[in-house]
């Protein structure tokens, strides 16, 4: 039975997400087990150790990519990450970065307002959609296109008609009443109007043939006892048709057919005989030996085999030819037949748009009044970041609840009783009058509307937050806090987090909040092995120093207790009492921790003296009391290079203190050597450091050491809240190294 079952026998439910990285954008190897008991871990990691390169990893495993090394390419990554023994899918990971600029949610316009008006709206746009399909499926195929062709009708009707689509056809309607169905409603579009064909069309001598046929077509037109310019072979047709639809023959009428140059009537009393007469009239046309003629010099022009189809078509309806001289008026009256010949459609269509109508309208205006999940993301801003100077507002919220598209959000500035608002299409003008940190709220907006999508989808994701607090001021950063708290600490979400920083008050605060409980607090640094992981203990994190008072029996422990002491005492007592005189205690305390003529002769006697007035309830171990503190410090200082890379607070202080007081101890010899009376009761390590370089700058390795150990060891470890930030992000590694080479060389 695995520890998960295990739990889940317990009715506790623990997740566990391992890595096992190596080449991934600067992490050699990283091998680790998180065990979320609590959904938060932090990683507390200095600059340059590993939080950029794992947001990068975690980052291209969101977006299917694969890590790798950036200097050296030919690496081959590993990047294996599992949640509960299983690959974490790509959608379970989210990463935060400290500031994305580019950055916009695509989720916002999936957060509903009222799910009933949404629905209500649907249920109107679907019913129209569906007539809309059953019409644009009979234009198609009137056209020539085919029903299940995927030619857009929205385009070709908007670019005819000069309005969008639903205007477009209403707008026509009294048109189409007007106008008869005729056999242009046969014709077909997908042939005549081919780009290929009108491409052809266009080239001037091409142009010359079609206008040559047509005017010996108009002409030999004139001369029809029925045709004529303006009423050509498809009116004649229309007009037939609208006879026998209305069954005007078989009433017993009769009508006369009237040749305009001799006045003859010619009568015709039937159905049949008046379709006879149009067919003949037409052949007549056609079969005129110079309108053929004309026709097959246009004809030899299609030589291109991409052109036949349009060819077989032409040659077959010859009297469609000439209309092709206008292609637009003609591509117009084309489709007014289609959508006669798809009226039964066409009118279902309209009538669905134009019932439609009201409803949406009041749909719309019900939408305007309600509250989205936007609207209750946006109070959430600006409820949590109250000290920015700007003020969130939703616009748009109809579109966003109805068409599905994202809402807008604008901005109003307040000051002095002035008033400005910002529309969503002057973001940027705003936030080139923002402070940084003002600006990167901005972009926490859109992680809350990821976020708050995730959480009522109720989706499994391990979020990465990688500094997400960098850059804000502190009224602000207790906003990311408390953004923070509803990520881990909500009990209906299904959300994991890894929060990455590099700034130890951070990690306290976070800490303290139990946002990540300090046994879910590690602290990352590189090692031989690679990156390693390396758990708090609560008094690492919280109070180290009142942590510190059972356990000064540890030498260490002792030794680190020193300069926190002497900022007790300079605190509570000052460095110097009213007369300007030096507290004595403090004096003292400062020969321990630098290099003075008196360090050489303190015992263990006085440090517990002056440890004794100050912290009168907490008792001093039983140690040699005639041990000089400098024999004491050195010596604890050589039993640190037993212990391993970690947290070492206490350790990396002894180190520390033991590395810069060697330093000023053989600075104040060598100088010394050519000074027999330098005072060093009143110099600090930098001003040792300047007279040793001027009197000796030809000793380049030390010159160097000693450079390095004032950029390594703090002068001073203070005890507000960033005391000991520095000395944790050393590793422990590093110290001792620096230690073993300053006993060697600095002697």
């Not at 299917?64 to 990554?77: A, I, N, V």
């Not at 195929?141 to 030619?151: D, H, I, L, P, T």
């Not at 995730?454 to 937050?465: A, D």
Request: hydrophobic share 40%; aromatic share 10%; net charge negative.
């Amino acid at each position: 039975m695995n520890r998960r079952e295990l739990h889940y026998l317990e009715g506790i439910v623990v997740d566990k997400i391992k890595f096992n990285l190596s080449y991934c954008y600067g992490i050699t190897k990283m091998e680790a087990e998180l065990e979320f008991k609590h959904k938060g871990f932090a990683i507390y990691a200095p600059n340059g150790v590993m939080k950029t390169s794992l947001a990068k990893t975690m980052m291209d495993l969101s977006n299917g990519k694969e890590p790798k090394d950036l200097h050296f390419p030919d690496r081959e990554p590993i990047f294996e990450v599992t949640l509960n023994d299983e690959a974490i899918k790509k959608e379970e990971v989210f990463v935060v970065r400290s500031y994305d600029d580019k950055f916009a949610s695509d989720q916002i316009s999936t957060l509903l307002a009222n799910v009933e008006i949404r629905k209500r709206y649907e249920k109107i746009h679907w019913t129209i959609g569906e007539a809309k399909k059953t019409l644009d499926k009979a234009l198609k195929r009137q056209a020539g296109f085919g029903e299940k062709s995927r030619e857009n009708m929205d385009s070709i009707i908007e670019s005819l008609f000069g309005a969008s689509y639903y205007d477009a056809l209403v707008d026509i309607e009294d048109e189409l009443s007007r106008t008869q169905l005729s056999d242009l409603s046969d014709a077909n579009f997908k042939i005549l109007f081919d780009p290929k064909v009108q491409q052809f069309l266009a080239a001037e001598d091409v142009a010359a043939s079609v206008e040559n046929f047509a005017q010996k077509y108009d002409e030999i037109t004139e001369q029809s006892p029925i045709l004529r310019r303006n009423f050509q072979y498809h009116n004649v047709t229309q007009v037939q048709q609208q006879l026998e639809a209305n069954n005007f023959f078989n009433a017993g009428h009769k009508i006369s057919l009237a040749d305009e140059k001799s006045g003859a009537l010619e009568e015709v009393s039937s159905d049949q005989s008046l379709k006879e007469r149009i067919e003949e009239e037409k052949l007549r046309i056609l079969s005129d030996e110079e309108v053929a003629k004309r026709f097959d010099t246009f004809n030899a022009k299609l030589k291109n085999r991409e052109l036949q189809a349009f060819r077989d078509y032409i040659t077959d309806n010859k009297h469609l030819l000439p209309m092709l001289q206008d292609p637009e008026s003609f591509k117009r009256k084309l489709w007014m037949q289609y959508l006669l010949a798809a009226n039964d459609e066409y009118k279902a269509l309209v009538s669905e748009y134009r019932t439609g109508q009201q409803a949406l309208h009041e749909i719309i205006s019900e939408a305007e009044d309600s509250r989205g999940d936007w609207d209750e993301i946006v109070a959430d801003f600006n409820r949590r970041f109250l000290y920015l100077p700007f003020e969130l507002f939703v616009e748009n919220k109809a579109d966003a609840i109805l068409k599905d598209i994202a809402p807008s959000v604008g901005f109003i500035v307040r000051d002095a009783g002035d008033e400005r608002r910002y529309a969503p299409s002057e973001k940027q003008e705003l936030l080139r009058a923002l402070s940084t940190g003002e600006s990167r709220a901005l972009y926490i907006l859109d992680i809350m509307y990821e976020v708050f999508v995730r959480w009522k989808e109720r989706r499994k994701t391990l979020f990465i937050f990688d500094d997400i607090s960098d850059s804000f001021d502190y009224k602000n950063k207790f906003a990311i806090i408390d953004f923070l708290e509803d990520v881990t600490k909500v009990d209906d979400n299904n959300f994991l987090a890894i929060i990455l920083t590099h700034n130890f008050d951070f990690l306290r605060t976070i800490s303290s909040r139990k946002i990540c409980p300090t046994h879910q607090c590690r602290l990352a640094f590189r090692s031989e092995a690679g990156i390693k992981l390396e758990p708090f203990r609560q008094s690492d994190i919280q109070s180290p120093f009142h942590k510190w008072q059972n356990r000064l029996t540890e030498p260490s422990v002792l030794i680190a207790y020193i300069p926190f002491l002497r900022n007790v005492i300079e605190y509570t007592l000052g460095s110097k009492d009213a007369e300007g005189n030096d507290n004595e205690d403090y004096l003292l305390l400062t020969r321990m921790l630098h290099f003075k003529d008196e360090t050489d002769t303190l015992t263990v006697a006085d440090y517990k003296a002056v440890f004794e007035r100050n912290i009168p309830n907490c008792g001093f171990p039983e140690i040699e009391p005639s041990q000089r503190i400098l024999d004491h410090i050195f010596a604890t200082a050589d039993a640190c290079e037993n212990v391993g890379e970690g947290v070492n607070l206490e350790q990396k202080i002894v180190l520390s203190i033991a590395i810069r007081i060697w330093a000023e101890r053989y600075m104040v010899s060598k100088i010394r050597s050519n000074d027999a009376d330098f005072d060093v009761s009143q110099k600090q390590t930098g001003e040792l450091f300047q007279a040793f370089k001027e009197q000796f700058n030809n000793q380049n390795q030390e010159i160097g050491l000693l450079r390095r150990v004032n950029l390594i060891t703090p002068s001073n470890i203070h005890i507000n809240a960033f005391m000991y930030e520095p000395i944790l992000d050393m590793g422990m590694g590093e110290l001792l190294a620096l230690y073993s080479e300053v006993k060697e060389i600095l002697q």
